[in-house]
């Protein structure tokens, strides 16, 4: 029985053809980091984004590169109607510095409820799933913190992490 060397993957030809040892192409997974939350922070109205204690992760890209691939996953929920609440994914380090991925206001996402609804204010509307991904290029091979945040618009309160469900952050570096 032959053995590949370190970075090759065994592949087949095709039924009847014997399998064979080549190099892996490159977009392999090499690292994944993951945490996630139980508990509801909330945030009053607001213009700038809060990080959620407890999501923020570090990777250290193998190399300069490699690609960072970040998911975030949460509930939201709005007490009273014309708010909003964003929720987005900030990174500090990189080539390009710091700041928030994606150039939106808003974030990634966001779950607003329109002006002319009514809502109770005694409870939060509706647990919404939010989710965003974010292929990000860092370009170094140090110490990169990828963050989940979250913001308010609006003149009440919003929340993330609501109802029973988790919150969480995945960061995976894949090869360039």
């Known amino acids: 029985v ?10 087949s030809a095709g039924a009847g053809q014997p399998c064979a040892f080549e190099a ?3 977009g392999g997974l090499l690292q994944m980091v993951h945490t996630e939350i139980a508990t509801q922070p909330t945030r009053s109205a607001g213009t700038t984004y809060a990080d959620i204690t407890g999501l923020n992760l570090t990777i250290t890209p193998a190399s300069s590169s490699n690609k960072v691939f970040v998911m975030i996953s949460t509930t939201t929920a709005i007490w009273v109607h014309d708010t909003g609440c964003g929720i987005g994914i900030d990174r500090s380090g990189g080539a390009s510095g710091d700041g928030q991925l994606g150039g939106q206001d808003w974030g990634l996402t966001r779950n607003h409820y329109p002006w002319n609804q009514t809502y109770p204010t005694s409870y939060p509307n509706d647990d919404n799933p939010a989710h965003a991904i974010y292929v990000d290029s860092p370009g170094v091979a140090t110490a990169v913190v990828y963050k989940f945040q979250f ?3 609006g003149v009440h309160t919003v929340g993330v992490q609501t109802g029973s469900t988790t919150s969480s ?8």
């Open 151 to 153: 913001r308010a618009k």
């Open 2 to 11: 032959a053995t590949g060397d370190d970075g090759q993957i065994l592949t």
């Open 169 to 176: 952050l995945t960061v995976m570096e894949i090869e360039g």
């Open 24 to 26: 892996a192409a490159a």
